[in-house]
């Protein structure tokens, strides 16, 4: 039973537009939400997160934004850009004993088209 | 510059071998974490550790076993590989946070076939 879904499992935009990615979760424990990117033969690196206090957090081109009542969130990318192809997981914490147990959604690969 | 490091890239194994995966972190982190990527699934938890000689269940621990002798290593253990553990294995660590959050660093990862 996932607790965390990315129900698309890829999404193309255009070098200079706008990516939208989404994540829906399950468990109303959680309280702290990551985003992470992977390229391929590579580890996942963390991206930004965003703490179940706030709705929204910015860093430069990204921004996390949160909607408790629907246990829903999103990550913008603005401007696309043709690094910015990889898989972005999106990932929940919070509710156990250690803060630090995260659950990973299925991953959705973005691909940005000069 | 925080690194994690795993022991192969990749690797082969038989059906029935006793696989051996190492991760090792100089980061000084207490949380130790090895998780499983397969298409469709995601990132699914096998077993973490918060401490030296403490390991706690994750998800999908069925086959599996860990091992955390030292702080700075952490192993998974494959008593019998079966083709159904094929798979990406990617080992993560990350500051303990009873009252905060710490984002996890990954490692590479090991791509494991068993035939």
């Known amino acids: 039973d996932q607790q965390v879904k990315q129900n698309s499992p890829s999404l193309s935009v255009q070098e200079g537009r706008i990516s939208i990615l989404n994540c829906d979760y399950t468990?109303?424990?959680?309280?702290?939400f990551l985003w992470y990117k992977k390229y391929p033969a590579e580890g996942p690196t963390f991206l930004i997160s965003?703490?179940?206090?706030?709705d929204k957090n910015e860093d430069g081109r990204f921004t996390v934004f949160l909607n408790k009542s629907a246990k829903h969130l999103s990550l913008h990318i603005v401007p696309s850009q043709p690094g910015d192809s990889a898989v972005y997981f999106c990932?929940?914490?919070?509710?156990?004993?250690?803060?630090?147990?995260?659950?990973f959604g299925a991953g959705t690969r973005l691909t940005v088209k000069p | 510059d925080v690194k994690v490091t795993q022991s192969s890239r990749y690797l082969v194994k038989r059906t029935g071998e006793k696989v051996f995966l190492e991760c090792v972190q100089d980061?000084?982190?207490?949380?130790m974490f090895w998780y499983r990527q397969d298409p469709g699934l995601g990132l699914r938890l096998i077993y973490f550790?918060?401490?030296?000689?403490?390991?706690e269940k994750g998800d999908i621990p069925e086959g599996y076993s860990v091992s955390r002798e030292k702080k700075e290593r952490f192993s998974l253990i494959l008593e019998s590989a079966s083709t159904n553990q094929t798979s990406m294995y990617l080992c993560?660590?990350?500051?303990?946070?009873?009252?905060?959050?710490?984002?996890?660093?990954f490692g590479p990862g090991t791509r494991l076939t068993v035939l």
């Open positions: 980061m000084d982190h207490e949380n």
């Open positions: 993560a660590s990350s500051f303990s946070g009873r009252l905060t959050y710490n984002e996890q660093f």
């Open positions: 990932a929940a914490s919070g509710g156990g004993r250690n803060n630090n147990d995260m659950r």
């Open positions: 965003i703490s179940s206090i706030k």
């Open positions: 550790s918060y401490d030296v000689k403490m390991k």
């Open positions: 468990n109303s424990m959680f309280d702290y």
